[in-house]
């Protein structure tokens, strides 16, 4: 049987170890750090069916039935508590229409609604400027920890070899075919690879020899939580694109977690800056008041691997056999993950899948094909 190495332990890695060991694939993940440490730990919580292309809408709805279907199976939190997109012009409506029509064609049941269900959807958003809102309800948010702890563990208990604190330092390739990878704790055979190192996806590219740059670049986006509050004061994920992209939620343990679209880079360095302190601090408020009385307990950075049309890389390379890549997130790798560890499991097992994995095709830039812009938040 094929040895498989995944480098990376974030959740879509972790979720590509557990789709491959629950099929009785040979399996062994390499995480240089912990599991989670990259992005995964620094994301908002947030899974959305609310994009504006088929590809988009058909692949996170069937992410959202694996969440549905896994968080009840190994018991960690994922609430259906809707995303709710506030809406203040014309123009900002009409485009939403047309995304909610195509949301609707493909099943995910999402409505436009007025100010005034959004507030009883939202009590405490402020509602002075708002004409209309997306509604979803069977969006949600997940506890990104016990998530990718959970699929960790089940991975584990199918039989997918885990190592933490190994760093892949190099991949054999002989001929176009793989060999094996160089970790810091020696060498280990491999038949197949997948790169599921996101920020440092072109690195990985690097140490394999692929002779195309696959145009990921690492992205600083910061994020800040409040003191905890009575749970359920802000329910559903709240975005506004009028307040430089804000998103708002209450988390599972009680704090508001929210952020602008605010961004550096492209860049490795992760220091929280000041500037968006103060800009955060002036924006959300301005849709949730009741964060003014709020306070902020912690900020923090994370990547967004950033591709030019913000959709992922996912699929084979084509000069390396059994080289794969799932990386290049653009800011919504969490809520896409159960679905993309699907992908992955059944390209390698069977060579195709039935989602359309196509609009990810990493030779895309190259072929100077770029995807209508994913829409990026939250
Ligand atoms: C502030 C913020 C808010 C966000 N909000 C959301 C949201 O609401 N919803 C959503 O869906 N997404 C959100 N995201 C994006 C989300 O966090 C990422 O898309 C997702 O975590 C990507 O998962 P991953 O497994 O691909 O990457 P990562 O979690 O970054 O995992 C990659 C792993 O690879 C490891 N690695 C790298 N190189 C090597 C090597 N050589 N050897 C071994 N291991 C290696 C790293 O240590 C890392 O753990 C947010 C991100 C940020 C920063």
Redesign the pocket.
């Known amino acids: 049987m094929s040895d498989i190495v995944v ?9 590509i170890a557990h789709e491959l060991a629950k099929r009785g694939e040979n399996v062994t993940l ?19 069916q609310q994009f504006g292309d088929e590809a988009n809408i058909q692949v996170m709805k069937r992410s959202v039935e694996l969440w549905k279907k896994y968080s009840e199976e190994y018991e960690f939190p994922f609430d259906q508590t809707g995303y709710l997109f506030l809406l203040y012009s014309e123009e900002e409506v009409e485009d939403f229409k047309k995304n909610i029509a195509l949301q609707n064609k493909f099943g995910v049941p999402t409505r436009l609604i007025t100010p005034e269900e959004a507030k009883e959807i939202a009590p405490l958003i402020n509602i002075d400027e708002v004409i209309a809102a997306s509604w979803n309800p069977t969006d949600g ?1 997940a506890d ?1 920890f016990f998530a ?1 702890t959970a699929f960790a563990r089940k991975a584990k208990e199918y039989g997918a070899k885990i190592y933490e604190y ?4 190099d991949i054999l390739v002989e001929k176009g075919e793989i060999k094996g990878v160089k ?1 810091n704790r020696g060498f280990f055979k491999a038949d197949i690879v997948v790169n ?6 072109p ?2 590219n690097i ?1 394999a020899g692929i002779p195309i740059d696959i145009p990921i670049r690492p992205y ?4 800040i939580i409040t003191q905890p509050i009575e749970r359920g004061s802000i329910k559903p ?1 709240v975005i506004s694109f009028r307040h430089h992209d804000a ?1 708002i939620t209450q988390t599972h343990h009680g704090g508001v977690i929210g ?1 602008i679209g605010l961004e550096y880079g492209p860049t490795y360095d992760l220091t929280p800056t000041y500037e968006y302190l103060k800009e955060v601090t002036k924006t959300l408020p301005q849709i949730v008041p009741a964060l003014k009385n709020l306070r902020i307990l912690r900020m ?6 950033k591709t030019p049309d913000s959709n992922p890389a996912i699929g084979r390379i084509e000069e390396i056999d059994q080289l794969y890549i ?2 290049g ?9 159960p679905a993309v560890g699907e992908m992955i499991a059944e390209l390698i097992i069977k060579g195709r899948t039935h989602l359309p994995i196509w609009w990810y095709d990493p030779y895309r830039f190259e072929r100077g094909e770029l995807r209508e812009k994913a829409i990026q ?2």
């Open positions: 480098i990376g332990g974030g959740i879509v890695g972790v979720s390499f995480e240089k750090r912990y599991i989670g440490s990259g992005s995964t730990f620094r994301c908002a919580t947030g899974i959305r948010k990104p990718v190994t760093e892949v330092k970790t599921a190192a996101n920020a440092w996806a690195l990985i140490m600083k986006h910061q994020s994920m998103y952020g923090w950075a994370g990547y967004y691997a799932a990386a997130f653009s800011g919504h790798g969490f809520m896409m993950s938040m939250g």
